[in-house]
C-alpha cells in the first residue's frame, strides 16, 4: 500500500510583520520545518518532504524573506539575524499549531538561521527553540573560496535576469557540472519569476547581496558569532555533509565537533554543498533514520 498524506498551503508572520509562505506535507505528526539555502525556495525541499511525510511526520517548507512568494522586506533587512528573527516566529508558531517543538533541518542560510536561533544566551525561563537541529553542508567557518565562488554565481545574472528559462538552464548546467541535466526546464521555473520587462530573474530579493543590510557580510563577525552559538547548542544535532562540499571540509567538521561533542556527524558521498540537489535519496535516507531514532528513544523515555 502506498502511504499517502495531505498537502497544502499555509504562511507565516516574520520579525518585521513580512509574510513567509509555506508548504505543509503531512496531517498530525511530528513537525518538521525544512529551511532552504541562500537564493533556494521552498521546493528544494519537496522530495525530502514528501519522504518524511509518508513517514507519518508533517514537514514544513518555508520560503524564507525575500525568497520564493514570501514578501520581500520593505527596510532590505537581510541579515543572517533577521532570518533567525523569523525563525523563531515560525518556530513558535508550529509548536502553538502541534503542541510539539520542531525539527528543524537548515541548509546553509537556513542552517546558520537555526544556529543563532537555538544558540542565542538562555534565560532561566527560557527553553530549547527546537526538539533537534540538522545542519546541511554548514559550520560556523567555512571555506572562503567556496563561498565566494556562490556568490559570484548569485550575483552574475542578478540584475539583467535571461531572455529565457533555457538560458538559464543554461547556465545552471554550466554551475553544477556533475548533475545531469534534467530532460525539462518545468522544475527551474520555480526559481525564477518574469519580471514585467518579460525577462526571467531570480526568485530572490536582490538586495538579499547587494541591499542596506545584506546577507554578505564580515565573516570573521559572523563565524565569531555562530561559534558562540554552537556551544551553546545541547539539544540532539546531526551534521550532514557533501563529501565534495566545496564549503565544508574535514577541518571544519572536526572543529564543529569539538564544539558540539553530542553532535553526529553524516557524510554523504558524490555530493557537494547542495547536498539534498545532488543526493536526495541519500540524503533523506540519513535525516529519517536520524529523526526516526530520536523519535524511538522518546518513546522509549515515556
Not at 2 to 26: C, K, Q, W, Y
Not at 91 to 111: D, N
Not at 149 to 171: N, Q, S, Y
Not at 272 to 278: K, S, T
Request: hydrophobic letters at 40%.
Amino acid at each position: 500500500m502506498i502511504p499517502t498524506f495531505t498537502r497544502d498551503h499555509t504562511s507565516f508572520m516574520g520579525a518585521a510583520d513580512n509574510r513567509l509562505d509555506a508548504e505543509v506535507f503531512g496531517d498530525n505528526g511530528p513537525p518538521v520545518l525544512l529551511l532552504h539555502g541562500g537564493g533556494q525556495t521552498r521546493h528544494a525541499w519537496r522530495s525530502t518532504a514528501e519522504k518524511l511525510a509518508s513517514k507519518g511526520y508533517t514537514a514544513y517548507t518555508l520560503d524564507q524573506r525575500g525568497h520564493g512568494n514570501s514578501e520581500w522586506v520593505a527596510n532590505g533587512a537581510y541579515e543572517f539575524r533577521d532570518f533567525s528573527a523569523d525563525l523563531k516566529l515560525v518556530a513558535t508558531e508550529i509548536t502553538c499549531r502541534s503542541g510539539v517543538k520542531p525539527i528543524v533541518v537548515g541548509a546553509s542560510l537556513g542552517g546558520i538561521a537555526a544556529l543563532l536561533a537555538e544558540g542565542e544566551p538562555k534565560r532561566a525561563s527560557d527553553t530549547h527553540m527546537f526538539s533537534a537541529l540538522v545542519l546541511v553542508d554548514i559550520t560556523p567557518r567555512v571555506d572562503m573560496t567556496g563561498v565566494n565562488k556562490i556568490l559570484g554565481f548569485m550575483r552574475a545574472h542578478a540584475k539583467e535576469g535571461f531572455a529565457t528559462i533555457a538560458d538559464a538552464a543554461h547556465i545552471v548546467a554550466q554551475y553544477l557540472p556533475h548533475r545531469p541535466r534534467p530532460k525539462s526546464n518545468e522544475g527551474l521555473k520555480k526559481n525564477l519569476r518574469r519580471s514585467p520587462d518579460g525577462r526571467w530573474r531570480w526568485h530572490w530579493d536582490p538586495r538579499f547581496l547587494d541591499g542596506p543590510r545584506t546577507a554578505d557580510v564580515d565573516r570573521r563577525q559572523l563565524e565569531t558569532a555562530l561559534q558562540e552559538a554552537t556551544r551553546r547548542i545541547e539539544i540532539p544535532v546531526l551534521l550532514v555533509r557533501g563529501a565534495y562540499s566545496e564549503l565544508v571540509k574535514e577541518s571544519h567538521v572536526q572543529e564543529f565537533l569539538e564544539l558540539v561533542p553530542h553532535a553526529e556527524y553524516v557524510n554523504v558521498g558524490d555530493a557537494r554543498h547542495m547536498v539534498a540537489g545532488d543526493r536526495n535519496n541519500q540524503f533523506s535516507a540519513v535525516v529519517l533514520s536520524f529523526i526516526e531514532r530520536l523519535s524511538a528513544a522518546k518513546r522509549c523515555s515515556t
